[in-house]
């Protein structure tokens, strides 16, 4: 068990986890238990978890599935210990548009603690399409359903 950390500034936290996320490497991934509560909270379109391992593993999924994926922390907003970040995520798919570099825009409502770690990380972004359209063949298919609903 670690010992119990000193109050940190919502600021100074906020701008430690964007550091964190902005140079985030695969060796990084092991760290997270820095920056996050061991019963942190997160939720993406994909994924809903609890606890530091079980946010470790979505991220080293990250590493493992796309080719050079990082955050580019575009803005932020702090309030108390909360914290809303925008963001553009960029990555490569890795078999298909090899080395054609993708952007996901999203945002980031953070939770943190006394301590300036994060109790509650929830991304936003529209996966349909920010993700789906970029796919060879659902891709179509979304593209194809997002003309006929604006009909």
Known sequence: MQPPRAP????????????????????????????YAPDARFKDPFNEVQGVPAIQRIFEHMFVSLDQPRFVVTGRVVQGQQCFLTWDFLFAFKGFHKGVTQTVRGASHLVLDAQGLVTLHRDYWD???????????VGALMRWLKQRANR
């Not at 996966?127 to 063949?137: D, G, M, N, S």
């Open 8 to 35: 940190i500034s919502a600021d100074d936290a906020v701008t430690r986890v964007v550091a964190f996320f902005e140079h985030l490497s695969p060796a990084d991934v092991a760290t997270l238990g820095a920056f």
């Open 127 to 137: 996966a349909a399409e920010e993700l789906y359209e970029k796919l060879p063949v």
